[in-house]
């Protein structure tokens, strides 16, 4: 077959069209998801790539709290049950903060992992005794251990910041010691006798103090108080405790990377550079693809991983295990377990424009790929959930894991006319990891080979 795609452009066009016609007609009626058209187009035609349920878009989020100095939104729960067992313990949530907004005290009953996206803030954390004032800046990557008091100012003039939180606990709950009209502190919920005696203090005071502070979640900071806040905040490192148990923020950009070609750059933070990460099971990535280029197509040995679109468009695609329901009506009828088993070996593509903001879940395994849009780098942040021993597996270009077949194997496996024809299509891509998007790819030596 792709010989004659190859030779005939009508050809190649004809067959395009009824394949992607055969699969639309199918899959709308089972699943409501069809082939992308015009994939780089955006507007129109993409209505029913809903990608679903890996992917996650604008529609998925709801505003837990919005005020003109700030909002929380907060993804849905991955309550599919194809992703419950891996990352149904897991919320994605948006923070924004205006200039110079401040957030106050709070503690979070689950350990977040923060992506700073844009910005730069002054990030306190009271755990352990004490205080570590953090500066931190976009590209920053940090963990908040469950249970620190925890507060956040914006310290820029005229730029907002915005960053992406991972919590590890889909129903976490977030409890603030002050508070007034939204939110209560949660000392509004003990008795008069038992607070009195616990602060050794009059009731009425104490409602002065915590009760009666009605500005809200996030309360706007003048120039100095900021000022003043920052001028404490380090990188970390200034504590007392062992090297290993401190908290720093690390950026990510900032790592060396761990591919990196002309058509993208990939960063990594894993267990061996940040301990909380490691006792999370979590390591955090970004794969920046450079406009106009993908990625190889590509899974995880392990980890499930959630990725985030932090800047650009473009799209992915993931090859799924299909299991139809016609598939499903006709094994109760007949047939053995391996028959049914047989029966279900399909695979379907799961495809969605995204953007920034997008969510898209990649489970362990599966193989998927991002490919860029036409006007600019498409940035994507990766937490790899249960990441513990986790391999990436690159199934195109030069570190093709495909070329460690052996060749008694090629031999078999391709017939011997076709080991040839497979040598060459399986170290054709001399790119690794980050290749030409499909917009760019010359396909030099295709055309030399039957011009
Ligand atoms: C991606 O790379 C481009 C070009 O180097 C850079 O300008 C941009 O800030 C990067 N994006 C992110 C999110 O790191």
């Given at each position: 077959?792709?010989?004659s795609?190859?030779?005939?452009?009508?050809?190649?066009?004809?067959?395009?069209?009824?394949?992607?016609?055969?699969?639309?007609?199918?899959?709308?009626?089972?699943v409501?998801?069809?082939?992308?058209?015009?994939r780089?187009?955006?507007?129109k035609?993409?209505?029913?790539?809903?990608?679903?349920?890996?992917?996650?878009?604008e529609?998925?989020?709801?505003?837990w709290?919005?005020?003109?100095?700030?909002?929380?939104?907060l993804?849905?729960?991955?309550d599919?049950?194809?992703?419950r067992?891996?990352v149904?313990?897991?919320r994605?949530?948006?923070l924004?903060?205006a200039?110079?907004?401040?957030?106050?005290?709070?503690?979070?009953?689950a350990d977040e992992?923060?992506?700073?996206?844009e910005?730069?803030g002054?990030?306190?954390l009271?755990?352990?005794?004490r205080?570590?004032s953090l500066?931190v800046?976009?590209g920053d990557?940090?963990?908040?251990?469950?249970?620190?008091?925890?507060?956040?100012?914006?310290?820029h003039?005229?730029?907002?910041?915005?960053?992406v939180?991972?919590?590890?606990?889909?129903?976490f709950?977030?409890?603030?010691?002050?508070?007034?009209?939204?939110?209560?502190s949660?000392?509004?919920?003990?008795s008069?006798?038992v607070?009195?005696?616990a602060?050794n203090s009059?009731r009425?005071?104490?409602?002065?103090?915590?009760?009666?502070?009605?500005?809200g979640?996030i309360w706007?900071?003048?120039e100095?108080?900021?000022?003043?806040?920052?001028?404490s905040?380090?990188?970390?490192?200034?504590?007392?405790?062992?090297?290993e148990?401190?908290i720093n923020?690390?950026?990510?950009?900032?790592?060396?990377p761990?591919?990196s070609?002309?058509?993208?750059?990939?960063?990594?933070?894993t267990?061996?550079?940040?301990?909380?990460?490691?006792?999370?099971?979590?390591?955090?990535?970004?794969?920046?693809?450079t406009?106009g280029?993908?990625?190889?197509?590509?899974?995880?040995?392990?980890?499930?991983?959630i990725?985030?679109?932090?800047?650009?468009?473009?799209?992915f695609?993931?090859?799924?295990?299909?299991?139809?329901d016609s598939?499903?009506?006709?094994?109760?009828?007949?047939?053995?377990?391996?028959?049914?088993?047989m029966k279900?070996r399909?695979y379907?593509?799961?495809?969605a424009?995204?953007?920034?903001?997008?969510?898209i879940v990649?489970?362990?395994?599966?193989?998927?790929?991002?490919?860029?849009?036409?006007?600019?780098?498409l940035?994507v942040?990766?937490f790899?959930?249960g990441?513990?021993n986790?391999?990436?597996v690159f199934?195109?270009g030069?570190?093709n894991l495909?070329?460690?077949?052996?060749a008694?194997?090629r031999?078999i496996?391709?017939?011997?006319?076709?080991?040839e024809?497979?040598?060459?299509?399986?170290?054709a891509?001399?790119?690794?990891?980050?290749?030409?998007?499909?917009?760019?790819?010359?396909?030099?030596?295709?055309?030399?080979?039957?011009?």
């Amino acid at each position: 077959m792709k010989t004659s795609v190859a030779r005939s452009p009508l050809v190649a066009l004809v067959l395009c069209l009824s394949l992607s016609f055969g699969f639309a007609s199918r899959d709308v009626e089972e699943v409501g998801w069809r082939r992308v058209e015009g994939r780089v187009e955006w507007g129109k035609g993409h209505s029913g790539n809903t990608g679903r349920p890996y992917y996650f878009g604008e529609e998925s989020f709801r505003e837990w709290s919005r005020t003109p100095l700030g909002h929380f939104k907060l993804l849905e729960r991955f309550d599919d049950e194809l992703l419950r067992g891996s990352v149904g313990d897991y919320r994605v949530t948006y923070l924004e903060m205006a200039p110079r907004a401040f957030l106050q005290p709070s503690h979070f009953d689950a350990d977040e992992v923060l992506y700073v996206k844009e910005g730069e803030g002054v990030l306190v954390l009271l755990r352990k005794g004490r205080r570590e004032s953090l500066c931190v800046r976009e590209g920053d990557v940090m963990v908040i251990p469950a249970g620190s008091i925890v507060y956040f100012a914006n310290t820029h003039r005229s730029k907002w910041l915005r960053v992406v939180m991972l919590l590890n606990y889909a129903s976490f709950e977030e409890f603030f010691p002050v508070g007034g009209e939204g939110p209560d502190s949660y000392l509004s919920a003990f008795s008069d006798d038992v607070l009195q005696a616990a602060f050794n203090s009059r009731r009425d005071e104490l409602e002065r103090v915590f009760e009666r502070q009605s500005k809200g979640e996030i309360w706007q900071a003048s120039e100095e108080q900021i000022q003043e806040l920052s001028r404490s905040c380090s990188r970390g490192g200034g504590g007392s405790g062992s090297k290993e148990e401190e908290i720093n923020p690390t950026s990510l950009p900032g790592q060396k990377p761990r591919y990196s070609n002309n058509h993208g750059r990939m960063h990594m933070i894993t267990g061996d550079e940040c301990r909380h990460l490691r006792d999370l099971d979590m390591e955090v990535g970004i794969a920046n693809i450079t406009c106009g280029s993908m990625m190889a197509p590509r899974y995880t040995t392990r980890a499930t991983t959630i990725a985030v679109v932090v800047e650009g468009r473009g799209y992915f695609e993931m090859a799924c295990p299909h299991k139809s329901d016609s598939g499903r009506s006709e094994r109760r009828e007949h047939g053995s377990e391996e028959q049914q088993m047989m029966k279900s070996r399909g695979y379907k593509q799961v495809t969605a424009q995204i953007k920034e903001g997008s969510v898209i879940v990649l489970p362990a395994g599966y193989p998927a790929t991002f490919v860029t849009g036409n006007e600019g780098n498409l940035a994507v942040v990766c937490f790899g959930v249960g990441s513990g021993n986790d391999e990436e597996v690159f199934l195109a270009g030069g570190n093709n894991l495909l070329k460690q077949l052996d060749a008694p194997a090629r031999a078999i496996v391709f017939g011997g006319q076709g080991r040839e024809a497979a040598d060459r299509v399986i170290g054709a891509q001399t790119d690794s990891v980050f290749l030409p998007g499909p917009q760019q790819q010359s396909r030099g030596g295709v055309s030399d080979m039957w011009s």
